[in-house]
């Protein structure tokens, strides 16, 4: 089938190239030349694992192709998904104007029938937005041609986005009309083989699901962070807490790790934007506040930790961090914890001595030069002569560091694990004091 995808990001990237390489023939639209240059000159503006030799492979076989010129994406795909951005707007609220700008090009040039696919994640009403957006400039234009609007939110995550598009724990379709679900069905089929996971609703309630999934997945690590922070009031040791009510199937494991925050381009975006919702409809809804509130607090948990340890008397101090990216196997740093970190420490007149697998160029990007950010090359070489050693991302190569190399590089003896990933014990064994989330310090 004909796909076009607007947007090159990390959704629109991965839905194009995972499309074509089921056998459909894909161009990619995205108004940056820089990044459709790149694509086309056989790069990826992007860190996902195993993406390049997709977009490699697939446009080696003339399915995948990249463009900025939007009429000629308009001209090729039946269905023409929307993947751009859906950033916050001043008061949470999701920023439609990407999506917007979209779908009014695609109803400057479809000349037949087009299928509008809504991949961003969108408040609620969105397509009905999307379709008055295009009836509009199609009265304009003076013609009636038809089109639908369709909901298709996406839920894969960064670092594992191509295997969760390849193998989805569900296919979310919303739409109101049963001929163009036959054909998202079709179009999914191949995602679609081992059980049926493909779920038709109508179109509100899809645009919700999407909200609704990651408001709860916020909703579990801020609840463990609140918890977190009474267990080490109270004295009690939150890892403990973590595997005792894990073990009941209605909590489970996943997503119950204690830690300094959630960050990326999602969650906190998005129960913000649900907040924002139910509030220009005039319910106040208490408990999406509160979990973003819990998570805001934590993000400032360490530095307030390291704050606390110095007396107060950070300047000219300098600390090693070990991960800038939001989460692991990733280079997105689209509001991760290590921001709020680096920034705090900064105003405290301390310095940064920084490593992350694969961030560190796009925190140049962010940062740029300054005196008070060195990026090393490795992980140890971020501990000579630093201060203290803060973990902020849970990459697996920091798990098992060695300990007496680091007691050795550091000229304060001093860890502090926001994530909880290393081992106290042996990490006091060697003569290094250790801080964590959620339980006591060992001094
Ligand atoms: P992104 O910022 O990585 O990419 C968006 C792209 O859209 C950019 O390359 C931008 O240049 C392009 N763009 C903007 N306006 C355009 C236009 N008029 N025509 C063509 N291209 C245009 O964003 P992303 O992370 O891929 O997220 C896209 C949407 O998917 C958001 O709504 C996001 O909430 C949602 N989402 C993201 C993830 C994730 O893990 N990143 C997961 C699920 C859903």
Same mark, same amino acid.
């Given at each position: ?5 607007? !947007? ?17 023939? +894909? ?14 000159? =056989? ?115 960064? !670092? ?88 009941? *199937? ?10 300094? =925050? ?63 990216? &939001?989460? *692991? ?19 405290? =007149?301390?310095?940064?001595?920084? &490593?992350? *697998? ?12 300054? *005196?008070?950010? +060195? ?6 070489? /971020?501990?000579? =002569? ?42 006091? /064994? ?14």
């Amino acid at each position: 089938m004909d796909v076009t995808i607007f !947007g090159s990001g990390y959704v629109g990237l991965v839905t194009g190239v995972c499309l074509a390489e089921v056998g459909n023939n +894909v161009l990619c639209v995205d108004v940056d030349p820089k990044k459709i240059d790149l694509l086309n000159s =056989g790069g990826v503006p992007i860190y996902e694992p195993g993406l390049d030799e997709l977009v490699q492979k697939n446009r080696e076989a003339g399915r995948l192709n990249f463009t900025t010129d939007a009429e000629a994406g308009v001209k090729h795909g039946l269905f023409q998904f929307i993947a751009v951005g859906t950033p916050p707007d001043e008061d949470g609220s999701a920023d439609l104007q990407y999506v917007l700008a979209v779908a009014r090009s695609i109803a400057e040039h479809m000349d037949t029938y087009r299928i509008l696919v809504d991949k961003s994640t969108v408040p609620v009403g969105t397509a009905d937005k999307v379709a008055n957006e295009v009836r509009e400039v199609l009265k304009r234009r003076g013609t009636d041609l038809e089109f639908d609007v369709v909901s298709n939110p996406e839920f894969l995550k960064e !670092g594992a986005a191509i295997d969760d598009f390849m193998r989805p724990d569900r296919i979310i379709v919303g739409t109101d009309n049963p001929r163009t679900a036959e054909l998202l069905r079709a179009l999914y089929a191949p995602f679609n083989r081992s059980h049926d996971r493909l779920i038709h609703m109508d179109i509100r309630s899809a645009e919700l699901t999407k909200y609704a999934a990651n408001a709860m997945l916020a909703t579990k690590i801020s609840f463990m962070n609140e918890l977190s922070n009474i267990a080490e009031t109270v004295g009690a040791d939150i890892e403990k807490v973590r595997v005792g009510i894990g073990s009941d *199937p209605r909590i489970g494991y996943q997503f119950i790790y204690p830690g300094c =925050g959630y960050g990326g381009s999602c969650f906190p975006k998005d129960v913000r934007a649900l907040e924002q919702t139910a509030r220009a409809l005039g319910y106040d809804p208490q408990l999406l506040h509160a979990v973003e509130a819990v998570n805001f607090r934590q993000k400032t948990l360490i530095f307030n930790k390291i704050h606390q340890w110095f007396d107060g008397d950070l300047k000219g101090r300098a600390f090693a961090i070990w991960g800038l990216s &939001f989460k *692991p196997n990733t280079d997105d740093m689209r509001e991760a914890s290590s921001r709020v970190l680096m920034e705090s420490l900064w105003d405290a =007149g301390a310095s940064v001595r920084a &490593f992350d *697998p694969v961030a560190m160029e796009e925190t140049r990007r962010i940062y740029g030069e300054r *005196p008070d950010l +060195v990026l090393t090359t490795d992980a140890m070489s /971020a501990v000579e =002569g630093a201060d203290g050693l803060i973990i902020v991302t849970e990459w697996s190569e920091f798990r098992s560091p060695s300990f007496e190399a680091i007691k050795k590089a550091l000229s304060s003896p001093v860890i502090f694990d926001g994530r909880n990933i290393v081992d106290g014990t042996l990490a006091r /064994a060697a003569g290094l004091s250790y801080l964590s989330i959620g339980r006591a310090p060992l001094t």
